[in-house]
């Protein structure tokens, strides 16, 4: 049985998801087994491809759904999130 987790953020970057954060998060998504997807008013991408989560183009003020399925989906969701409290990429304001 696949294991599932998911969290929502509002992006507070006044520049948006660009190249940076969204290389750090591909970075660190790539790192657990789990399927990690993104979604953006009904736009679903892959967490782990940076084109892809550089097309969502995600401005400043954005709601982001991020999901995890698979054995390590607590600990992606865990360390992602971690990630983007931590990354001034993702909170700079």
Known sequence: MSKSATIEIILKNKLG???RPASNFVKKASEFESEIT??????TVNGKSLIELLM??????TKLKITAK????????????????????????
């Open 17 to 19: 998801l660009h190249a």
């Open 38 to 43: 993104i979604e953006k008013e009904g736009e």
């Open 56 to 61: 969502l183009a995600a401005e400043y003020n």
């Open 70 to 93: 698979g054995p390590d989906a607590y600990q992606a969701i865990e360390a992602i999130e971690t990630l983007i409290k931590n990354d001034k990429g993702f909170n700079k304001q």
